[in-house]
Each structure stands twice: as C-alpha cells, then as structure tokens.
C-alpha cells in the first residue's frame, strides 16, 4: 500500500502530537484554546546505490520536530534531537532502533547493533535530497 502524501503528513502530525501530550504527561489543551502551528516538509532522497527514500519532516512551534520514513515496508516515526551540525532523528520505537541524521541536504540511515557494540551501522549512505516534482 502505498501512502500518500498528505496522508502521511496527517500521520506524522497525530504522531507528533500523540508523542508530545505524552512526553509531557498530560493531554494537550483542546484546540479551542491553543491553535495548533506547524510547518510540514516531504522531501525525497536518491542515496548510493540508486536506492530512493522519503521522509516528512514536521516541525512544530514549540521546537519539536519529527520526521516519518517509510523503510523496508514500515513506516516509523523519528523525533528529531539537534545534533553537533545538523538534525539526528530517532525512531521513537526502540526495537528498530533506526537514526537519521541530515545536514543540509545530505542525509544518511543507520541502526544502532543490538549487540554488546552498541555501535551504529550505516544501512543508506550519501543520500542526498532531489528537487521537488512538479505536479
């Protein structure tokens, strides 16, 4: 199945929120009472190999951001954590264990060993993002 867009925007936009009430644990506000404000971005990358991903960003106004990535037949969502240069992004489900880290318009995919290591292994390398298609 494939997901659109917008759709996966949505998705990303309930995750983020579901993610944020919960790290502060209580429900956010209705919205009534606080507007909701955020920027959302697809961006598709073509990485070594001729191997092509995407990825919606979803950057809230309180500073959080959040990405969704479709890989390997699963979506999962990342929440973003500032890194030295650039944007690590980390799955939010720990059992894959996935991180995405971008500077600029260069990205690359790895996983963090379950093993004693712990040591991170590139699976994507060199990605980097492509001009958004006119439709």
Known sequence: MKTTRPALTLLVLTMALATNAFAQGSPPPPPAQQPLMFSSQAVQYRCDGGTEIELVYLNLANGNA??????????????GRRATTGVRFIAL???YSLRWY??????????????????????LSNCFAQPAKKR
């Not at 260069?106 to 093993?115: N, P």
């Open 102 to 123: 971008t500077q600029g318009m260069k990205g690359e995919l790895s996983f963090l060993a379950a093993d004693h290591t712990a040591q991170e292994k590139t699976l």
């Open 93 to 95: 489900d720990e059992q």
């Open 66 to 79: 959040f990405a969704a990535l479709h890989f390997e037949g699963r979506t999962l969502m990342l929440q």
